[in-house]
């Protein structure tokens, strides 16, 4: 009789035991530990999900909120060898709150389409522009080809590793449009006919919004226009790209440069790897100050660095955010040269750096004052510096 119970009492934890197993969903714990709400991409590694995926195919998996809500994700292969590196989902989380999401397999659930997205590409019918683009910003920068076309005095080649920032009002994407509008009017998207927005911003030989260089006796060195590309991403999310650069300045640099932007931010992440043949003094990154007419600040403390200027009939805010702790100093520095205005933020010398630059028009209603845009510079500051906790459960 004991021994029936015991084989009874076995059987039922049998089934409890599979029935919650099956029931079982793997838990994302993510806490915003600053003052106010977050909303951002965040990035789980696949090794996270290594128990998930051990009864689960990625196709199958599902993200929920707290709402029940299915979520729409990305995943991204970094490396490029078949194999994903990273799931992206969007969280927003109030200040100093915690939120939780479920990871389900369920195929039959299909996952939403984002009404708004990232995007990058090459474009060859522009010379060879890279471009890239979410629902609040785009970007630019230039290629071999414009370079060679700029050196032979073909007018309209741009000769620059320069940033350019192409200023939007929409949150639909514009790149492919405008570009095949330019293929008709070469001043397609130098108009803001359209209500979509359009690029005003003059680069030249400056650093832009973001370029970088090496500041040496009061003179910047820089490299020229990059000489291959390759798009690792694009998706509703984020999009990744890089780009590589022939030796430049005195010291001999060799630059891959990593940049990606997220849905819903109004910055670039830049991240460069070098190589150099002699050791370098410094990294120095810039921001235009055009004819020296606009506003700047300069922030060493907490690594935000802001420019305000009128463009046209409206206001743009420009900015960098970096780590403060790799700072050596910033300076608007003044010329009466065109194009070698520029608001510098000199960094310690190393073998990869990383920041965020990026801008806000008044035009689109993200901000309208400067003090506005100081605060999301100031917000950046602090994402950078606290990052949200991720918990994979």
């Avoid at 708004?116 to 609040?136: C, K």
């Avoid at 300069?298 to 009939?313: C, P």
Wanted: charge should be neutral.
């Amino acid at each position: 009789m004991l021994r029936t119970k015991f084989l009874i009492s076995g059987f039922i934890c049998a089934i409890v035991c599979i029935d919650s197993s099956l029931k079982a969903q793997n838990s994302i714990q993510i806490k915003n530990t600053l003052s106010f709400s977050r909303n951002e991409v965040v990035s789980i590694p696949v090794s996270q999900l290594a128990s998930f995926l051990k009864t689960s195919s990625e196709s199958d998996l599902r993200i929920k909120d707290g709402s029940n809500k299915i979520l729409p994700i990305q995943w991204i292969d970094y490396n490029g060898d078949g194999k994903n590196d990273e799931l992206l989902f969007q969280a927003n989380i109030e200040a100093e709150k915690t939120n939780s999401y479920t990871i389900i397999a369920d195929a039959k659930i299909p996952i939403p389409e984002s009404k708004i997205s990232t995007y990058s590409r090459l474009v060859p019918e522009r010379v060879d522009d890279y471009a890239w683009e979410n629902d609040r910003i785009a970007f630019r920068v230039y290629g071999p080809k414009g370079q060679k076309e700029a050196l032979e005095g073909i007018k309209g080649s741009t000769l620059s590793s320069g940033v350019d920032i192409w200023l939007k009002r929409t949150d639909q994407p514009v790149i492919n449009k405008w570009y095949k509008g330019y293929l008709t009017d070469p001043l397609y998207y130098h108009k803001d006919t359209r209500g979509e927005g359009y690029d005003p911003y003059h680069v030249g030989d400056s650093r832009g919004t973001g370029g970088i260089g090496i500041w040496v006796d009061e003179k910047l060195q820089v490299s020229q226009n990059f000489v291959s590309s390759k798009t690792i991403a694009e998706g509703p999310l984020r999009t990744v790209f890089e780009l590589t650069y022939n030796s430049w300045s005195e010291f001999g640099v060799k630059e891959t440069k990593r940049i990606s932007l997220d849905l819903g931010s109004n910055f670039s992440k830049f991240e460069s790897n070098f190589q150099t043949e002699k050791p370098v003094p410094n990294y120095t990154i810039g921001i235009t100050l055009h004819k020296n007419e606009g506003e700047t600040k300069l922030n060493d403390k907490n690594g935000y660095y802001l420019h305000w200027e009128k463009i046209d009939d409206a206001f743009v805010g420009e900015g960098i955010v970096i780590d403060p702790k790799i700072v050596e100093k910033s300076i608007a520095f003044t010329s009466e040269i065109p194009d070698q205005s520029n608001l510098l933020v000199v960094t310690k010398p190393q073998n990869k750096l990383t920041y965020y630059a990026g801008f806000a028009w008044q035009k689109s209603g993200q901000i309208q004052t400067q003090k506005d845009w100081e605060t999301v510079l100031q917000k950046q500051s602090q994402i950078i510096a606290n990052p949200l906790i991720i918990k994979v459960k």
